[in-house]
């Protein structure tokens, strides 16, 4: 093994990835699931509210929304809809004191792919990999988690999930179905209204129907989030720049060296 090489694999690469793994460790604490809100950090930078107002021709959506990192703890929607054929006026309310808030299950999903990259990180910081190749495997295998926790921020799950109805209290009236999903790395509200609410099972309230239909999508800038993303572009980038250098230097070559001159000197001794 060449000595640029050694030196890559036993000390810049170590130190640069227990560098990135702290990284990780702020995001996967931004992005984790707390089953008690009252745990969070309430002083938290990751805090965010959200003020809303959209009118289109009679319909009316007006409030804020609060977000703590992956999860939704209060909310206060004034929902004017008339443009349908059973009009709907309520206020929709998720309340900060409650022990249920809406989860917003792609940066659960985002979290959980970070904590992937992070363990494969501390696997180089700790001297893990011996040779280029382990490394380079190590490294594409980071990337490919980041790449997976990114796309949570784009693909959108716009399916209810009966779990985080329990946040609304009071309960939504019947025929109307408000949601939250993250895409395009945007807080996404929908509303939905019912052609004929009278006609849905209880059971069946808060999972999407067939003679349900988008009356409202509105879109909501959340600061945190795209400086999250912006900061996991930053780490990839640097990551491929230190895969870049580890492909550069020839230890596929003396590798196959050291392995042959091995065998070698293993068949001579028989």
Request: hydrophobic share 35%.
């Given at each position: 093994m060449s000595s640029e090489l050694e030196w890559l694999l036993s000390a810049e690469m170590p130190l640069a990835f227990s560098s990135i793994s702290e990284r990780f460790s702020k995001f996967s604490s931004l992005l984790q699931y707390c089953e008690n809100v009252e745990e969070q950090d309430k002083t938290s930078p990751f805090e965010e509210t959200i003020p809303l107002s959209s009118t289109l021709r009679d319909d009316h959506v007006k409030g804020h929304i609060k977000m703590r990192g992956p999860l939704i703890t209060k909310t206060e929607l004034s929902i004017e809809i008339n443009n349908t054929p059973v009009p709907v006026k309520t206020v929709a309310c998720?309340?900060?004191?409650?022990?249920?808030?809406?989860?917003?299950?792609?940066?659960?999903?985002?979290?959980?792919?970070?904590?992937?990259?992070?363990?494969?990180?501390?696997?180089?910081?700790?001297?893990?990999?011996?040779?280029?190749?382990?490394?380079?495997?190590?490294?594409?295998?980071?990337?490919?988690?980041?790449?997976?926790?990114?796309?949570?921020?784009?693909l959108p799950t716009p399916e209810i999930n009966c779990q985080n109805y329990a946040a609304f209290c009071p309960e939504l009236p019947p025929g109307l179905i408000v949601n939250f999903h993250i895409k395009d790395i945007k807080l996404v509200l929908t509303i939905s209204c019912l052609k004929n609410p009278q006609d849905l099972h209880v059971k069946e309230r808060y999972c999407l129907p067939r003679n349900a239909y988008i009356d409202r999508t509105i879109l909501l800038s959340v600061l945190w989030m795209t400086e999250t993303y912006q900061e996991l572009s930053v780490l990839q980038n640097e990551i491929q720049m230190i895969l870049q250098k580890l492909r550069s230097l020839p230890e596929q070559t003396s590798s196959h060296s050291c392995s042959c001159t091995t065998n070698t000197i293993a068949a001579a001794a028989q």
């Amino acid at each position: 093994m060449s000595s640029e090489l050694e030196w890559l694999l036993s000390a810049e690469m170590p130190l640069a990835f227990s560098s990135i793994s702290e990284r990780f460790s702020k995001f996967s604490s931004l992005l984790q699931y707390c089953e008690n809100v009252e745990e969070q950090d309430k002083t938290s930078p990751f805090e965010e509210t959200i003020p809303l107002s959209s009118t289109l021709r009679d319909d009316h959506v007006k409030g804020h929304i609060k977000m703590r990192g992956p999860l939704i703890t209060k909310t206060e929607l004034s929902i004017e809809i008339n443009n349908t054929p059973v009009p709907v006026k309520t206020v929709a309310c998720i309340r900060e004191d409650e022990k249920t808030p809406w989860r917003l299950f792609q940066l659960g999903h985002a979290a959980n792919y970070l904590y992937l990259a992070r363990t494969k990180c501390q696997t180089i910081a700790g001297g893990g990999v011996s040779n280029a190749r382990e490394a380079t495997d190590t490294i594409n295998e980071i990337l490919d988690h980041i790449k997976r926790c990114k796309l949570q921020f784009f693909l959108p799950t716009p399916e209810i999930n009966c779990q985080n109805y329990a946040a609304f209290c009071p309960e939504l009236p019947p025929g109307l179905i408000v949601n939250f999903h993250i895409k395009d790395i945007k807080l996404v509200l929908t509303i939905s209204c019912l052609k004929n609410p009278q006609d849905l099972h209880v059971k069946e309230r808060y999972c999407l129907p067939r003679n349900a239909y988008i009356d409202r999508t509105i879109l909501l800038s959340v600061l945190w989030m795209t400086e999250t993303y912006q900061e996991l572009s930053v780490l990839q980038n640097e990551i491929q720049m230190i895969l870049q250098k580890l492909r550069s230097l020839p230890e596929q070559t003396s590798s196959h060296s050291c392995s042959c001159t091995t065998n070698t000197i293993a068949a001579a001794a028989q």
